[in-house]
């Protein structure tokens, strides 16, 4: 019998910590393994890189990635918590959302992602992943919104400067 599981879509941004929190909970609700997935591609995307294949360089951004993957679950759930089984994946694909759908392929697991960045241009530009998971998933799919304390950190996530507000001193 197929083992439970609770796969989530992480890339470090604060949305998918949220998200990333969710599924822990999902999967010691449910006594499921918890399988975080982080895609990644070769900087430049793949045509590129078969172009002008290096290998030691890939190598260098599949670490990377998985660096990536650590410091998330760091920053969400304190390390790897005990009593939680892990099972972490990274995955080279250009489309994150068909990574996290074939991870994801039993119809008893669970599927979380995040609806990331809210506005009209995130949205026609970044909100594909979570749109893509709930079309075509197999299994049930959980999409998180960003809460009111992450929306203006992932608003501000793209390396646009804060807008200048007074600071208000609270006695």
Same mark, same amino acid.
């Given at each position: ?6 796969? /989530? ?25 918890? /399988?975080?997935?982080?895609?990644? @591609? ?9 172009? @002008? ?82 079309? @075509?998933?197999?299994?049930? /799919? ?30």
């Amino acid at each position: 019998m197929a083992e439970n599981r609770v796969v /989530v879509g992480v890339n470090g941004s604060p949305s998918s910590l949220a998200a990333l929190r969710r599924a822990a909970e999902e999967a010691r609700l449910r006594d499921a393994v918890l /399988v975080p997935v982080l895609a990644w @591609h070769p900087v430049g995307g793949e045509i590129a890189y078969r172009n @002008h294949p290096c290998p030691p360089l890939l190598q260098q951004w599949r670490q990377a990635a998985c660096d990536r993957l650590d410091a998330a679950l760091g920053e969400a759930l304190g390390g790897f918590p005990s009593g939680l089984r892990i099972e972490r994946q990274v995955v080279r694909a250009e489309r994150p959302g068909q990574a996290l759908v074939a991870v994801a392929d039993r119809p008893s697991d669970l599927l979380v992602v995040s609806t990331g960045r809210q506005g009209r241009l995130a949205r026609l530009f970044h909100g594909g992943v979570s749109r893509y998971c709930l079309a @075509h998933a197999r299994c049930t /799919v959980v999409a998180v919104a960003p809460s009111a304390v992450t929306a203006p950190v992932e608003r501000n996530a793209g390396g646009a400067l804060p807008r200048r507000t007074a600071l208000r001193t609270v006695a």
